[in-house]
């Protein structure tokens, strides 16, 4: 059966997934950019924003990026990942952080209260926005997928939103040794339940800890 998952979303030890004060010039906080450093230092991670990569590196960063691709046929994403925009949509012209050809290439659902239409990127990229709420985006999500899982990828709120209502089906984690002291917490009172996870995997690279958790099912 499809699962939700969620892959290499990286909090600080202090349990921020973002700096304070996000804005276009600084679209994870001041300060956050530091937790997805060690994605830059992967092959993998080099690959999605087109850099060119002369060697294979089989390092378990890497083994970790690549797994939060492999099966994976949608993403759903909150309004904050995916632009500054705030409030109702001024106008078409922002079409995301990644360029003319997004990393993901297939469809990416939106979480937003203004409607947009959707768009096609290259690469097979299509965005589309969702505004009736996580159960509609997800249920357009694993219809997009087509018996793959879908990736659910960020902010922060979105990530809450979908483990409050107990629809995560695993969790990978990326622990990275910074201190933001403010921003957007994953973890806060009530997002999930004691008991809701076990821990499957916990393993450190060298730059960050990676713990990867899976919804206990009663």
């Known amino acids: ?46 690959r999605l924003i087109g850099e060119a990569v002369n060697e294979t590196t089989e390092g378990i960063d890497d083994r970790f990026m690549r797994d939060g691709i492999d099966g994976i046929g949608a993403t759903i994403m909150g309004r904050n990942m ?16 990644w360029g003319d050809e997004p990393p993901y290439h297939h469809p990416v659902f939106v979480l937003t209260h203004h409607d947009r239409p959707s768009f096609d990127m290259a690469g097979g990229t299509t965005f589309s926005f969702v505004t009736d709420g996580i159960d509609a985006a997800l249920d357009r999500a694993f219809d997009a997928a087509d018996g793959l899982d879908v990736r659910l990828g960020g902010g922060a709120s979105a990530v809450q939103q979908y483990l409050r209502a107990g629809l995560v089906d695993e969790l990978h984690l990326v622990i990275v040794p910074v201190l ?19 821990c499957l995997e916990m393993v450190g690279s060298g730059d960050v800890t990676h713990v990867r958790l899976a919804r206990n099912d009663g």
Do not use: C
Not at 6 to 35: K, R
């Open 82 to 97: 995916f632009g500054p925009v705030r409030g109702g949509w001024p106008d078409e012209e922002w079409t995301g952080w």
């Open 180 to 198: 933001l002291g403010g921003g957007e917490r994953l973890f806060t009172d009530g997002v999930v339940a004691a008991d809701g996870y076990s």
């Open 1 to 46: 059966m499809p699962k939700l998952r969620v892959h290499n979303f990286s909090i600080s030890l202090d349990g921020y997934a973002a700096g304070p004060h996000q804005d276009l010039e600084h679209p994870i906080g001041v300060g956050g950019s530091h937790l997805h450093e060690w994605v830059f230092r992967t092959d993998t991670g080099r």
